[in-house]
């Protein structure tokens, strides 16, 4: 029997791995999969061994405060491939994590396949070679990122997004509203970072439109409670994601006229609904001045990393301040003009994305090298 382990760090790669999991049982119905996780993972049939609460660590600082446990993690599922013996590790995403668990499983002989690649295109060519040295395949879901970790003689295939997947049911025609969604982030360092200075923005937007309405879109790793005390200004609904369907999420994007929204995946699901946004993203201070050093790009916002340009305004740090966001909201709003050329720049990102079928592709990729 065909045996894997497979190992995702935070609630995005907890998706995305969970439709692979459903694809490569789809495709090898008596595969066993074993690892890390959540509970989309394990709902689609994995054994979770452990769970990933409190592994989702945004920044080179915050990392330190968690490490001992991180370093826990990382003997245990080492442990793991000693006990299990595996056909193969499947690595989703959490570089600094996995990178290091690639380095265990390659040492003691077992073939690693990674999925959705560490952003190295991002932060220079550092890791390269470890990933060359490391990695027996690698399995991107951004267009450019094939020819990047070619030329660098890297075993590579581009997949397609796998968000693509998930919203190709959905269809945003005919959805008209004028609620703005509020989308924080998925991680609770985000949530309570970027919140709030969100909230503000909402709140000066108000002021000057008290017609305005905003509803926070909360992620299902994230508990009510824990915003109830932050979003206490008129106008603001809560839509707790943990109890609704996945297409409520999209439903909500995409009839909002504009989305504030934290960079991340999501900024390309609001591309794949055509909802025009602002970018937002702070970190701690020691972090920001590490990642200024070591950046490499000129934008952040995924949907900007995709088109090569600027298509949403991104406000990153100091430049993440209430007034600023609420400013350019407003004149966004009432620029019928750039929220059409926004939307038709949104539209032409989702089209570079690949088409939907990702994960049932990836499950293709991994069978014939484990095989």
């Not at 769970?51 to 915050?62: L, S």
């Not at 001992?68 to 499947?90: A, N, T, W, Y």
């Not at 809560?238 to 369907?245: F, V």
Request: aromatic share 6%; charged share 25%; hydrophobic share 45%.
């Amino acid at each position: 029997m065909l045996k894997l382990l497979i190992v995702a760090g935070e609630p995005s790669g907890d998706i995305h791995a969970a439709s692979l999991i459903t694809a490569l049982r789809k495709q090898s119905p008596n595969i066993e999969l074993v690892g890390m996780g959540g509970p989309r993972m394990r709902e689609a049939g994995a054994n979770i061994l452990f769970d990933i609460t409190g592994t989702d660590i945004v920044g080179f600082t915050e990392a330190l405060v968690h490490i001992r446990r991180l370093k826990r993690l990382l003997q245990s599922l080492s442990e793991l491939i000693d006990i299990e013996k595996p056909d193969g590790v499947i690595l989703i995403d959490y570089p600094g994590f996995n990178l290091r668990l690639a380095a265990r499983a390659k040492k003691r002989g077992v073939k690693v396949i990674y999925y959705i690649s560490p952003q190295v295109w991002a932060w220079g060519k550092g890791r390269i070679k470890e990933i060359a040295r490391l990695v027996d395949k690698m399995i991107v879901i951004l267009p450019f990122e094939e020819k990047f970790y070619s030329n660098e003689k890297i075993r590579v295939e581009f997949v397609g997004h796998p968000i693509l997947d998930i919203i190709e049911t959905f269809s945003s025609e005919g959805i008209v509203g004028e609620t703005i969604a509020i989308l924080p982030g998925s991680r609770q360092q985000e949530v309570h970072r970027h919140l709030p200075l969100m909230l503000d923005a909402a709140s000066l937007m108000r002021k000057e439109r008290p017609e305005l309405q905003f509803v926070i879109l909360l992620p299902p790793s994230i508990s009510p409670s824990v915003i109830t005390a932050m979003s206490n200004i008129g106008g603001i609904r809560i839509m707790d994601l943990a109890q609704e369907a996945p297409q409520k999420k999209y439903e909500a994007m995409a009839a909002a006229p504009l989305l504030l929204i934290a960079s991340g995946t999501a900024t390309l699901e609001g591309a794949c609904v055509g909802a025009p946004m602002l970018i937002i993203y702070k970190v701690s201070f020691l972090t920001w001045l590490l990642s200024k050093m070591l950046l490499k790009i000129p934008y952040i916002g995924l949907v900007n990393v995709v088109a090569g340009k600027k298509v949403a305004p991104e406000f990153l740090q100091f430049n993440a301040r209430p007034e600023r966001i609420a400013k350019t909201a407003l004149d966004l709003l009432t620029d019928k003009e750039k929220m059409n050329a926004m939307r038709k720049e949104l539209k032409e990102v989702k089209t570079k994305l690949g088409t939907p079928g990702a994960s049932e592709r990836t499950a293709s990729i991994i069978l014939k090298e484990v095989g």
